[in-house]
């Protein structure tokens, strides 16, 4: 699964798959993620929700989803899930 979720991210040009991983990951808001990469908090909502759009409808993402998550609402809304302690 690591290694299917990386090929997908690979296949986001590299300030889009900045973006996500720093709001995803890093856990920045858009704001913050686009300060960090010197672009106006308008342009870091568009981009990442057109990187979005793209890793959701990821062939392999989609098959990996197809085959291991139930059928659902949340289906296709591909972000990882932050455990709080």
Do not use: F, K, Y
């Not at 991983?21 to 960090?36: C, H, I, N, Y």
């Amino acid at each position: 699964m690591v290694d299917v979720v990386r090929a997908a991210l690979e296949a986001v040009n590299e300030p889009d798959r900045e973006l996500i991983t720093l709001t995803a990951w890093e856990q920045l808001s858009t704001a913050d993620a686009a300060r960090v990469m010197g672009i106006t908090a308008t342009t870091a909502r568009v981009r990442l929700h057109r990187a979005r759009r793209r890793l959701a409808a990821h062939p392999d993402l989609l098959r990996l989803v197809d085959e291991g998550a139930p059928a659902g609402p949340g289906r296709g809304h591909l972000r990882p899930v932050v455990e709080h302690h």
